[in-house]
């Protein structure tokens, strides 16, 4: 009788264990281990970033890094390659900043590679006025009826102002 | 007039020069953005992709007998461009930075009250350039003397070496409250830049100027003082202008008239 009660309570145990598992299992997607893959989020205007995209992801550091000393020790303020326009174009729809929230298009790759940006210490995170408007790049044009789209949550009206002119 | 009479005898060349002129901007323009758009850039400053150049210094003309008592427009113009919290508002006022600030003087003897804004003075020979360790301090070629951020390590020689006091250190994280123009953080020694920011941007004026101008009083006149026809070169031929502590033999870029 007591054997049969332990056999019992051992497979009650063993069914318990692997319901518990394959729960656990199913809560935790990436089986494989590891951080989470980052959420590449597409640039929200602009069809193609300046260079070529594969080359951007090993080396837009090497490209800011040039840039930079030309237009702090040089004056030279061209576009192409400036962290701002990185900003304009990449800042996240939901958040307007490349690196306020978990997903943002920086932070995302940078938390999954362990690399620390040093960027925003200093640098806005987010695009000049409103979400992604550059008021003399006629490029961002287009995106009024977007940012209209969302006046009612997200653009204040202060900001709407802005996008009207 | 006697220097109008030969431009106006070449009138209809230098129209077409100007037509032609017109047509090239014009034609950049398209290309680079949209018609229309990008004229206005091309008509004032230098080209985005042309660096700062020697021939051009810019400056500034302070007359301290516009200067008017209480008015503090010019540093709360600054803080609101520059994007830095006023010291008033300022948790730490003693750390608070001050890229501009007022000043009420007073003669012992006369009682002969001065008002003027102090700010970095942006010297031919800047000392705060000589003391960097890293070479961080720098004077631009168009002659504004600024700090690269990327290299300052905030060691703060420089605010020592200042005789204008005109730098401050950043004390605390800025949390994502900086202007997308103006890049400034933690752990680095900034100062007035002249606005170079508006500067290549082709605005041709500081946010102070501009305020002192819409408050009335015409104290602030920026500009390029290699120029000899620029709005501040004829002044500076006309007023008796000094510098503040000229003993030092810096040649300053900010002037002072009625102190």
Not at chain 2, 137 to 149: C, E, H, M, Q, T
Not at chain 2, 156 to 170: N, W
Request: glycine share 6%; with cysteine; hydrophobic share 35%.
């Amino acid at each position: 009788m007591a054997g049969k009660t332990k056999g019992l309570l051992a497979l009650g145990v063993v069914v318990l264990t692997t319901a518990v598992l394959a729960w656990a299992g199913s809560e935790s997607k990436p089986k494989a281990g590891g951080a989470p893959k980052p959420v590449i989020q597409k640039a929200v205007k602009g069809e193609q970033c300046v260079e070529d995209t594969d080359y951007m992801r090993r080396n837009h550091m090497v490209v800011l890094d040039v840039h930079r000393d030309k237009v702090v020790i040089e004056g030279i303020r061209t576009k192409k390659h400036s962290l701002k326009e990185c900003i304009n174009c990449h800042a996240s729809e939901t958040t307007g900043s490349v690196a306020a929230a978990k997903d943002d298009f920086c932070v995302s790759c940078h938390s999954f590679a362990s690399v620390k940006i040093d960027c925003f210490d200093c640098h806005s995170t987010k695009p000049q006025g409103s979400m992604a408007m550059h008021p003399l790049n006629a490029e961002t044009a287009h995106y009024k009826h977007k940012l209209a789209a969302q006046a009612t949550s997200k653009v204040s009206a202060e900001e709407m102002a802005g996008v009207a002119q | 007039m006697s220097e109008l009479k030969p431009m106006s005898d070449q009138a209809p060349e230098s129209r077409d020069r100007r037509r032609f002129v017109g047509a090239a901007a014009a034609t950049a323009a398209g290309l680079a953005i949209a018609p229309g758009v990008m004229l206005v850039e091309v008509a004032h400053g230098r080209p985005e992709d042309q660096a700062a150049s020697s021939a051009v210094r810019w400056g500034m003309l302070v007359d301290a007998t516009k200067c008017a008592t209480g008015c503090n427009d010019c540093v709360t113009a600054c803080s609101t461009e520059n994007g830095w919290t006023p010291v008033t508002e300022s948790k730490h006022p003693k750390q608070a930075p001050q890229w501009i600030r007022k000043l009420e003087l007073q003669d012992p003897l006369t009682q002969m009250e001065t008002n003027l804004p102090m700010m970095c003075q942006h010297c031919a020979e800047p000392p705060c350039v000589d003391v960097c360790p890293t070479g961080a301090s720098f004077k631009r070629a168009d002659g504004i003397v600024l700090v690269n951020r990327h290299t300052c390590i905030g060691c703060r020689y420089c605010m020592m070496a200042c005789p204008y006091k005109a730098r401050s250190l950043v004390h605390e994280p800025l949390n994502d409250t900086q202007k997308p123009d103006v890049p400034r953080g933690i752990g680095c020694v900034e100062s007035c830049t002249l606005c170079v920011q508006k500067v290549d941007r082709g605005d041709g004026n500081t946010a102070c100027a501009e305020a002192c101008t819409a408050a009335g009083h015409d104290a602030l006149l920026f500009g390029d003082m290699n120029d000899p026809e620029s709005e501040i070169s004829k002044r500076l031929r006309e007023l008796p202008t000094k510098q503040v502590r000229a003993d030092l033999n810096l040649n300053l870029g900010i002037r002072y008239h009625g102190i």
